[in-house]
């Protein structure tokens, strides 16, 4: 999850950079400099990847760990062996004489100065999980329609390996986290729905995995869409799985917001098994000033805000359907209901979604005695060292994201598939 909110990020996560937005261009002709060049803002455990493409005449900023790419900046100077540039909606500038093969520089944004370093070329980034052809399953491209919201959403099917329409196997439907993401819940170059829908057909589970309404090939309003409209996709994803008849058990896989959307069609009883990785189990205003704190806690601030000023902070603002609606989603009252087998996945380092409050609070929920004992076909599993991505990390901090090669924990691929199968096919 993530707390921007501009529409068409519309991203949960404390980060470096502001709303991004584009500006005019103009400036001096590019000498030496002209080309593509990257480089790392460091700030105290924080680490932001940067790549500024110069041209004749333009500069362009994109932010990788951030999904953010041409934020166009005003070009000030730029000659053979110096760089002098602004980004207005960012607040910044960058300043930097070429010397060695490298640019040597400043990166000033919002009273903090910190040394950038840039290098020739587009940064790599290795994702030794992201599944390569041939693959020894078969997928179908499928569409399905939210007639209620005439949302269209186009999606991949992946059937398991050795698949045969004779025998029926579960299903599960995976929802993305908040933001516009496509059918690979893509970020940072990572892939993680392609990698689970991969282990999950190795062993015998299919999967369907969509984009988004408004990315990908899918279509449908984003400008007034709630969680609720987001619910509604993924309902008419489980209607258009039952249809098929191909499939024993369908279940929801839900990361993040997706986790809440599987609260809510557990609830609904849609659904006949969930996989919730870290759904939140407090309110939406409650979230955002945890994570604002842990944001505060890295940059080595006082961590002292409070949801009292964060919704004064709100009223400042100018909000959409979407945020207003998170805010004030409290989950408690979906996950009371939830009576289907259901699996409850957190990383101790999640600095999203935290598993040391919102884990203790669904596990109360979920139970019906004193001692918060779970009924027997649920489980709740929190990893340590994992972030919101359960990637192996750091800090935990959304910055660091891009920049591990690991797009998800294998342990965590493992529970999911054993879990499915132990909860689905040993019961058929």
Sequence with gaps: MRIQINRTTRRIAGVLLLLLLSVTSYGATAGNIEGTWHGT?????????IVMHFSDNACTLDSPDQGAKGIKGEVREITAEKVDVAFP???ATYTGVLKDGKIEGTFIQMGYKLPLVLEEGQPVRIRPQTPQPPFPYQTEEVSFVNTEDSASLAGTLTYPVGYNSKRKVPVVIMVTGSGLQNRDEELFEHKPFLVIADFLARNGIASLRYDDRGAGLSTGDIENVTTEGFCRDAAAGIAFLRKTGHFSKIGVLGHSEGGSIAFMLAAQKKCDFIVSMAGPGLRGDSIIVEQTNELLRQQGQPA?????????TMLLQKTNPWYDYFVDFDPAPVIKQIKCPALFLNGDKDSQVMAASN????????SDNEKHQLPDNQVIKVYPGLNHLFQHCTTGMPAEYGSIEETI??????DIAEWIKNTTISKQ
């Design 409 to 414: 924990s294998e342990e965590v691929l493992h």
């Design 304 to 312: 002292t805000m409070t949801v009292r000023q964060m919704r004064l």
């Design 41 to 49: 803002l460091k700030l105290n455990a924080m680490k932001l990847s």
């Design 359 to 366: 884990i203790p609070v669904i596990r109360a929920l979920l």
């Design 89 to 91: 909606t960012l607040n």
